[in-house]
């Protein structure tokens, strides 16, 4: 998938966010959009479609707000996503979903005045 014209600020926006999801830990493509903040779910989706084969952005760790993969069109990306996630220690139960209580991440708040790094 080849990014929107213009949409080059907010997925670099999305990839640092994704960046900060440690191994191990999930988090929902509307907790991403509010993290980067001017985007929405479906904005981060098309991001994660669109992440380069060569770029270090961890894909695997958004998944939508019921904690299950969403499934895509053609191809097999939704196996390859739980392998990954499975890979990290990710566990799904029988519904293919994930408990986030367990493994849903919490990004820390940046304070005021911080730079956000």
Known sequence: MTAAPGSAGVYARIYRVVR??????????????????GCTARMVGYAMASVPPEASVPWQRVINSRGSISPRTGGDGHLVQRALLEAEGIVFDAGGRVDWERFGWRPRRARRGSSGR
């Not at 900060?20 to 903040?37: L, T």
């Open 20 to 37: 900060r999801i440690p191994e191990g830990r999930v988090a929902s493509y509307g907790q991403v959009a509010q993290a980067a903040g």
